[in-house]
Structure formats: structure tokens, C-alpha cells
């Protein structure tokens, strides 16, 4: 089935070692989002990519980074986690900025030691 | 920054109860409004209101979007015990999702 997947699940890290998270997408869609939601909060969006166009949100932190090397696939980077960054992240795609019905992926809950 | 409002924050009912969760929304540059449930995973695509007035169905759950009010409601008939989750509502501005605090539902059998 067409879907959002997300890797790994479960991310535990420690103070200051970076990670990187997946998200991977078979839906073909323009446009790839990374979310924030942090416990009983809505999601937070960081930024995302129309193709290859980064798109930051103001208050992202610089800590925070992304790639997306093709289509499919989009990484989130956290250079330097700390406590304040454990979260459940999120993963969205769309068809285009007017087509906006977002479709989430699994989430990977980040644990930082 | 644009808001989203929901309420109730949290609502206890019990099975076979009807509910209805609001939300409202500031309208700059508005496009459409989504609704999500959340249960403890990432949220599930229930709806998307683009025009005022027209209902849209799905099951037991229905919503309609009133643009003169800025509102939107989600309807709940006949609740499970399956239907307890987080309810969030989203307006969307080219491309940006905005969502409200969410709705905790519970449903008590």
C-alpha cells in the first residue's frame, strides 16, 4: 500500500550525539513536512520541502536540519539534541501547497539521555 | 500568528452518547480546514471543509464548516469505545498546517 513510513520507531540518543531521522514516502507527492509534538501539545511544524525547495519556519531552532535527496526520502538531522528536544516527530506529505489534505506518517518518539 | 481554538479541551461521555467538538479559526489567508484523530500514533486524515455549509459524512462522524462564523464542528453519533482519541482540527495557508490544541475524547463503555 501507498503510505508515509517512518524509521525507526523509537529513537533513543544521548546529550549532545547527534541522530538523524527517516522518512520515506511511496505516494509520490510534492511536498514533505517534519512536525514537532511534544507530549498532550499539537504538532508544531519545523519546516518543509515543495521538491527541493526548503521551506524553514521562523522559530525552528538552528539545531534542527533536512535534506531531501530525491522524492521519496526526507531526513531530519539534530546536530546537538538535548533534553528539551524529546519528541514525538512527525512526518506529513501532500500532493502540492493547494492540495493540502496532509497525510502523516507513524511518528518516531525520540528519547534523549 | 494565525490561532486555532478548539473545545471542549477534554470531554468524557459514554458509549452511545453523541458529541460535537468545535473549532474555530482567524481567517487570513485561509484555504481549508482539516480534521485528525489522534490516538497514540501519528493523526488519521478525517476531513477536509472548503466550502460553507456542505456536510461532509463519514460514518458516524459527519463535519461542516461555517466560513461567516470561522467555525467548524465535528460530529460524533452513537460513540464507541474506538472513538476515544485526540481530536484536531487544522486550517491550512498555502501549504502550512496550523492546528488547534485538539479535543481529548473519552468514551466510557
Known amino acids: 500500500d501507498a503510505m508515509v513510513i517512518q524509521n525507526p520507531r523509537y529513537q533513543v540518543t544521548q546529550f549532545g550525539k547527534p541522530v538523524t531521522l527517516s522518512c520515506s514516502q511511496t505516494?509520490?507527492?510534492?511536498?514533505m513536512y517534519w512536525y514537532q509534538q511534544k507530549s498532550s501539545q499539537a504538532p508544531k511544524l519545523l519546516f518543509h520541502?515543495?521538491?527541493?525547495?526548503?521551506?524553514n519556519e521562523a522559530d525552528t531552532p538552528d539545531n534542527f536540519q533536512s535534506r531531501r535527496p530525491n522524492t521519496s526520502f526526507c531526513f531530519l538531522d539534530i546536530r546537538s539534541p538535548g533534553l528539551g528536544d524529546a519528541a514525538m516527530y512527525l512526518c506529513?506529505?501532500?500532493?502540492?501547497?493547494?492540495?493540502?489534505?496532509?497525510?502523516f506518517g507513524p511518528g518516531t518518539r525520540l528519547l534523549v539521555l | 500568528e494565525d490561532k486555532v481554538v478548539q473545545s471542549p479541551l477534554s470531554l468524557v461521555v459514554h458509549e452511545g452518547d453523541t458529541v460535537t467538538l468545535n473549532c474555530s479559526y482567524e481567517?487570513?489567508?485561509?484555504?481549508?480546514l482539516l480534521w485528525y484523530k489522534q490516538e497514540k500514533k501519528a493523526p488519521t486524515f478525517l476531513f477536509m471543509l472548503?466550502?460553507?455549509?456542505i456536510e461532509k459524512k463519514s460514518g458516524r462522524l459527519s463535519s461542516i464548516l461555517d466560513k461567516k462564523e470561522l467555525s467548524s464542528i465535528l460530529n460524533i453519533t452513537a460513540t464507541q469505545t474506538g472513538d476515544s482519541a485526540i481530536y484536531l482540527c487544522?486550517?491550512?495557508?498555502?501549504?502550512?498546517?496550523?492546528f488547534g490544541q485538539g479535543t481529548i475524547l473519552t468514551v466510557h463503555p
Open positions: 506529513a506529505t501532500s500532493r502540492g501547497e493547494i492540495q493540502e489534505t496532509q497525510y
Open positions: 505516494l509520490n507527492h510534492n511536498v
Open positions: 520541502y515543495y521538491d527541493k525547495d526548503f521551506n
Open positions: 481567517v487570513t489567508n485561509f484555504r481549508s
Open positions: 472548503t466550502s460553507s455549509g
Open positions: 487544522a486550517r491550512t495557508s498555502y501549504g502550512k498546517l496550523t
